[in-house]
Every structure is written in C-alpha cells, then in structure tokens.
C-alpha cells in the first residue's frame, strides 16, 4: 500500500507561483511512474506532468510545458510540482498520483486546492 499526502496549495495571483509537495510512503518507488494530474469545477481531471522515479524521465501536458517543472527527492520520497507564471485558468484540485511499474494510477492522494485570481 502507498499513501500519499499532497500540501502546498494556496491562493494566488497570476503571475506568482506555487511549489506542491507530495509525500510518499509505504514502499519503494524505483519501478513508480508518479504523477500529477488537476481537475476544475465541472471538468475532467487531467494529467499535467509525470515522473518515473528511477530514470527521472518527465512528462509534460502542453499547456504547462515551459511553466511547470516536476521533480522528486530520494532522501524525502517527495514529489514536487514547482509551478511559475500562474494563470486563472490553472485552478484547479490537484492530485498526486502513483502508478506502480508505469501501469495504471492506483494510489491517489487528497488533493490541494490551487486557485490563481486574475
């Protein structure tokens, strides 16, 4: 079994940015696929970046590339989604999410609200 707590949500204006954590525990993560993924009111939720832990190997949605970066620490068994240049169209419920050997999300975390005024 895998928990995963995410933190670091926040209200915000745009243009500022936001770093999300996430804390993973439970077991070994070297064969993971992690990801995290958004939904709006009254809109599917979506995938914005993945990582696998071994190879470091990223994944960005077109509408975040060149704004957000996602990364993770070995020592904390913590993924990060650093977020620059936010937008009002960036809120949203964000999740992380783990995928054991790249397969299908299985464990998914509380979610953090983001909320960027204009």
């Known amino acids: 079994q895998v928990q995963l707590v995410e933190s670091g949500g926040g209200l915000v204006q745009a243009g500022d940015s936001l770093r999300l954590s996430c804390a993973v525990s439970g077991r070994a993560l070297g064969s993971y696929t992690m990801g995290w993924f958004r939904q709006a009111p009254g809109k599917e939720r979506d995938l914005v970046a993945r990582?696998?832990?071994?190879?470091?190997?990223?994944y960005y949605a077109n509408f975040v590339k060149g704004r957000f970066t996602i990364s993770r620490d070995n020592a904390k068994n913590t993924v990060y989604l650093q977020m620059n240049s936010l937008k009002p169209e960036d809120t949203a419920i964000y999740y992380c999410?783990?995928?054991?050997?790249?397969?299908?999300?299985?464990?998914w975390g509380q979610g953090t609200q983001v909320t960027v005024s204009s």
């Open positions: 999410a783990a995928a054991p050997n790249s397969a299908q999300y299985l464990y």
């Open positions: 990582i696998h832990w071994s190879s470091n190997w990223t």
